[in-house]
């Protein structure tokens, strides 16, 4: 008897299933403390190293339910770097999670900045101080512009696929995101808390012309 192919929802149930493994104690540790090591380039950097491993190389999170936390972090007051690290701990370990995940994010972290600083403090004037300093902005720039393309991805994919009507939503709150905060200045509280509004206000209205057009099949 041949068997019939698996169904989207056992893929989706088989996916998130792989996504949501708790990871070991140590290990857990041990994945952040590494983060916390390699997170130079600031915030962009950081949290790119923190989406291709929980996301691409762990698997503990899908690359949607990484955006999504992301995106929960953004609306909240605070650092949200650690913000995301919490509520990724949280997730995964509860309580020791959070312990876990900010503890080995910020050790390494922090030490090596105060280091760092004393360091800085007796050769900032060097020329080629200087001349590296100007060759790792360039860098962080792009690597903000890769992390950008895939928080992006998963949003343009889903509204791709609920219609022309979604898609157009999504590109106009990216793309006039981008020009508010780029040339008027905009507080960027009110962007993100606007753009919040603008996306369910859409996203209402389309949902009634979905059931409008069931009805009017009917």
């Not at 380039?41 to 691409?56: A, D, H, N, P, S």
């Not at 300093?133 to 992390?147: E, H, K, M, N, Y």
């Not at 791709?160 to 990216?174: C, H, P, Q, V, Y």
Request: aromatic letters at 8%; glycine letters at 10%; hydrophobic letters at 50%.
């Amino acid at each position: 008897m041949t068997r019939s192919s698996p169904s989207p929802d056992e893929h989706l149930v088989s996916a998130r299933s792989v996504a949501q493994a708790r990871p070991l104690p140590f290990d857990f540790f041990r994945t952040w403390f590494l983060l916390g090591i390699q997170s130079f380039g600031g915030g962009t950097t950081t949290l790119l190293l923190i989406q291709r491993t929980v996301v691409e190389q762990r698997k503990w999170l899908t690359q949607d339910e990484f955006t999504r936390a992301w995106a929960v972090c953004q609306i909240a007051p605070g650092i949200n770097l650690l913000s995301v690290t919490i509520l990724i701990g949280w997730r995964l370990r509860r309580a020791l999670g959070v312990v876990l995940a900010l503890s080995g994010l910020l050790l390494p972290s922090v030490s090596v900045t105060i280091l760092l600083t004393a360091l800085y403090a007796e050769v900032e004037a060097l020329p080629l101080v200087q001349a590296a300093l100007r060759g790792v902005i360039p860098a962080t720039v792009g690597l903000g512009l890769l992390l950008g393309a895939r928080l992006a991805q998963p949003l343009l994919r889903v509204s791709w696929r609920e219609g022309i009507g979604s898609f157009a939503i999504s590109t106009a709150i990216l793309a006039g995101s981008a020009l508010l905060l780029g040339f008027a200045n905009v507080s960027v509280l009110w962007l993100i808390w606007g753009a919040g509004f603008v996306g369910a206000l859409g996203h209402s209205m389309r949902g009634r012309m979905v059931t409008s057009v069931e009805q009017d099949r009917r």
